[in-house]
């Protein structure tokens, strides 16, 4: 075991823990005060600019996963890291030219609002709350156990104890603040994290005269060229193929990221903050493939693996080697404010689509009164932030790496599909709507229990039922193959003729 201040109370990591906490809380009385209406509680009064919510998206999508994961899996791998920075990167331009500006002219709070426009509400709008809350769940359970395990070795405090301080502070920024006081989380962490991962990139390049080629050399020195070269951590090109295809369009899937298009006033802003959101993201999945290599020589993945055999602790280490306990407190902070932050964002995705879904438009056929939407919201917020603690306690000690890839899965399998069809297809149809959201959410789910990930490296057995770790190459055309030929035999005439008031929408926004 590497000689470390991790896993011990650390002045700086708890005095900048206590700062996080005091500004965002005074982010979310203020944010509290303006929130009045459903519109500032979803849409936080879509008065976010692009920049902002271009800051605010890369908050809500750079997790703890990316910081800590990648840079770890590149400190433990190498070269094969990059196709997770590059895999989550690539989905932006997809985003960008498909999803950004029908999202935000069509609909109002939800993806489902997209979907259902011109479609029958109930059955649209219960399928796609179906995949909204089983997307927020599993990256919930992801973020939650990663979170106790986190602050538990950053902060030395019981993972329970942990789990239950990330759940009721997030509670208070969502149920008081709704989308105003998320956004503005989002956009502190989003600062923190990429001030943070710059600081760590270029302390680890000033040893190496600021030339990533001398860092590359000296990895290849010390560990082989092999470090340098694909095939360490992704040896099948077929699951490599299929996990690219699943990270570049889940992103156009995921429901946390697709809300915030709604918070800005047009579909020009909507399209400024994807182009903020991508440089954003592109730069810090590049810092992470530099902090990865950093960490590869000066850490060296024996002693990363000593403290946490995934690596996920790779990026403190080497903030401990560089700037010593006072940095590596800096960058504890930092990654606490990053989960919290991403499981507000998912919070209030999950809300939305308990209360705007299926509670106003399934339940109540879209005649609630705003203050009701306003109260069944908040407490949909505490339903699932209780949920959320309550996941993290019951999966702890769980191998739950596998729900992130699973989220993503879903997203592009079973949301995606229903999105690009609703918009740019004339003869889609309720049914086949229905039918591309479940038959891509549930092939993705029985693929993943059928997977290796599941069978050999979970359930202990020899072999397992599918042979691919990630399900994308097979559930993402299952669920576009499901939508096309459900609604190529359930014609809906009244679906079609609305289809030219989508165009006109589409083109030229509607007004809210």
Do not use: C
């Amino acid at each position: 075991m590497p000689t470390t201040a991790l896993g011990q109370p650390n002045p700086v990591s708890i005095l900048f823990f206590f700062l996080f906490i005091a500004l965002t809380l005074g982010i979310t009385y203020w944010a509290a005060k303006r929130t009045k209406t459903t519109e500032h509680f979803y849409a936080a009064g879509r008065s976010i600019t692009g920049f902002q919510n271009g800051l605010a998206l890369a908050g809500d999508y750079m997790s703890a996963a990316s910081f800590l994961g990648i840079a770890g899996l590149v400190a433990l791998s190498g070269f094969d890291g990059l196709l997770y920075s590059i895999g989550f990167l690539v989905g932006w331009p997809v985003v960008m030219f498909l999803i950004a500006e029908p999202l935000r002219n069509l609909g109002k709070y939800t993806f489902a609002d997209v979907v259902a426009y011109r479609l029958r509400q109930v059955p649209v709008r219960s399928a796609a709350a179906i995949s909204t809350l089983t997307v927020v769940a599993l990256y919930l359970i992801a973020q939650m156990v990663g979170a106790g395990n986190l602050i538990k070795l950053l902060f030395g405090i019981p993972y329970e104890a942990a789990v239950v301080l990330v759940g009721v502070v997030m509670i208070l920024y969502v149920l008081f603040g709704g989308m105003v006081a998320t956004t503005w989380v989002q956009i502190v962490k989003a600062v923190l994290l990429l001030g943070g991962a710059f600081l760590l990139a270029l302390l680890v390049l000033a040893r190496f005269g600021l030339n990533p080629i001398a860092l590359f050399h000296e990895a290849a020195l010390k560990y082989g060229d092999q470090v340098l070269a694909p095939g360490k951590l992704v040896a099948n090109p077929i699951d490599t193929v299929s996990l690219g295809l699943a990270l570049m369009l889940g992103t156009a899937g995921l429901p946390h990221i697709l809300m915030r298009f709604y918070t800005v006033p047009d579909a020009k802003a909507a399209r400024t903050s994807v182009t903020w959101a991508t440089l954003f993201i592109g730069f810090f999945y590049l810092l992470t493939f530099v902090i990865g290599f950093g960490a590869m020589v000066l850490v060296g993945p024996d002693p990363i693996k000593a403290i946490d055999k995934g690596g996920n602790m790779a990026a403190p280490l080497l903030a401990e080697v560089l700037g010593g306990t006072p940095f590596l407190g800096f960058i504890a902070a930092v990654a606490f404010a990053t989960i919290l932050a991403v499981v507000a964002g998912l919070t209030l995705s999950g809300a939305a689509a308990l209360s705007h879904d299926l509670w106003v438009n399934v339940i109540r056929g879209g005649h609630a009164p705003e203050t009701e939407q306003l109260r069944v919201a908040r407490i949909a917020t505490l339903l699932l932030g209780a949920l959320a603690i309550l996941l993290g306690i019951v999966f702890k000690g769980q191998n739950v790496a596998f729900t992130v890839g699973l989220a993503f899965a879903i997203a592009a399998s079973g949301n995606l599909p229903a999105i690009v069809y609703s918009v740019f297809w004339r003869g889609f149809t309720t049914a086949g709507a229905v039918a591309a959201i479940l038959v891509g959410t549930l092939s993705a789910v029985v693929l993943i229990y059928l997977s290796p990930t599941v069978q050999v490296d979970i359930l202990k057995n020899a072999a397992p039922i599918f042979p691919l770790k990630n399900p994308g190459i097979v559930s993402i055309p299952l669920g576009f193959l499901a939508g096309w030929l459900v609604s190529l035999v359930t014609q809906e005439k009244e679906a079609e003729e609305k289809y030219l008031e989508v165009e006109r929408r589409l083109h030229l926004g509607g007004g809210d």
